[in-house]
């Protein structure tokens, strides 16, 4: 029997110790059920050639060699991972739309005795309530944003914030991706299905009654784009606008962009990806900065000539009709100041 999901919520209340995704690694990687684990019935190549045949020669001698690489796969796991399963272990199987791959996986785990469920229509199903949850439906609670200039350390109070309980999406954080051109991160981004994805669990786990604080970004964060829904809700927020000199600001991105900087050429790398936007001389006098180790210097010429301008620019546009920023002002954006900092925001919020 497979279980039909009628919302993303469904997955939490299923009474299954494990949810086993049984369709290739490439096709695990772009995206699946939140909390899976891959066990392909099918390897990418083994995929590959079975679709050849199928489209190519003949469905039936698809079918046969489909089956033969099923069950030798379907050994491999049963003598590996599942080894140690015991006797009442309850797993759900999934595959690209509920067919033949997570069928046939299903049907030798119940031989065996386990008491196995497969999902109707399979990923496919799933992905459609993540597009129903984040691209049909409205955004589901009233969003404050937290906005300011680069360096303001906007994404270390969204998590302070969240330490106080106040409702928060960080939406750099799913995205892995601090969002500017300095801001990748180690494994790289999610696809867009996986922050789709990402975004639909978060959603699920708010509540309407209360507003949620995201951070003030552009319609895209690094390469992922924001569902229309949330952009929207984003574009028509009050908006509380952290405010700190320019020299606060630039020690703390020499602390937030350690990593960076401590990868030996990748600050330069990122540097000349400016070039189209600035003058030679200015980028070799940025060059010049990076290999004198001159980070503080640096970030300020940055902020100065690149990016307080572009933040001003993209606010104009983006802001809603009449849209005035509260500020909220610091001088110091150490951690004790931020821990205080984080404070006075939750405090306002609260009143919101």
């Known amino acids: 029997m497979a279980i039909t999901l009628t919302s993303l919520g469904d997955l939490a209340g299923l009474p299954f110790d494990d949810i086993i995704d049984v369709r290739s690694p490439a096709e695990w990687a772009e995206d699946h059920i939140p909390g899976s684990v891959n066990l392909p019935v099918l390897d990418n190549e083994e995929r ?23 069950a030798r796969n379907a050994a491999k796991h049963l003598e590996g991972p599942l080894a140690e399963k015991p006797g009442g272990w309850r797993p759900l199987v999934y595959c690209w739309r ?11 785990l119940g031989q065996i005795g386990w008491r196995v469920e497969t999902i109707a229509g399979g990923y496919k199903a799933y992905r459609g309530l993540v597009v129903q949850a984040v691209y049909q439906a409205d955004f589901p609670a009233r969003v404050v944003l937290l906005d300011g200039n680069t360096g303001s350390a906007k994404t270390e109070v969204l998590a302070l914030l969240a330490a106080r309980g106040v ?16 801001g990748q991160r180690a494994g790289g981004q999610p696809s867009q299905k996986a922050f789709d994805g990402r975004l639909a669990a978060a959603y699920q786990a708010l509540d309407p009654a209360r507003p949620v604080v ?7 964060v690094g390469d992922l784009a924001l569902p229309p829904p949330l952009w929207k809700a984003m574009r028509a927020a009050p908006r509380l606008h952290l405010a700190a000199p ?12 350690a990593d960076l900087i401590e ?47 572009r ?33 006075r925001i939750a405090a306002r919020i609260a009143t919101l």
């Open 98 to 108: 509920g067919g033949q791959r997570s069928g046939s996986f299903a049907t030798i």
């Open 48 to 70: 590959a050639r079975v679709g050849t045949i199928y489209v190519q020669d003949s469905p039936f001698k698809a079918r046969k060699l489909g089956a033969a690489l099923v």
């Open 311 to 343: 933040y001003a620019k993209q606010r104009q546009r983006t802001a809603a009709a009449g849209d005035a920023a509260e500020e909220i002002a610091t001088e110091d954006l150490s951690p004790a100041a931020l821990e205080r900092l984080a404070d």
């Open 246 to 257: 320019r020299a606060a600001r630039a020690a703390y991105l020499t602390r937030a962009y």
């Open 167 to 182: 409702q928060v999406i960080d939406l750099e954080g799913l995205a892995n991706h601090r969002g500017s051109l300095f």
């Open 263 to 309: 990868t030996p050429g990748l600050l330069a790398r990122t540097v000349n990806l400016l070039r189209p936007q600035h003058a030679a001389e200015r980028i070799e006098g940025w060059l010049a900065l990076a290999a004198a180790g001159a980070y503080a210097t640096l970030a300020e010429e940055l902020m100065e000539h690149h990016y307080d301008p």
């Open 214 to 220: 995201i951070e003030a970004e552009s319609s895209k």
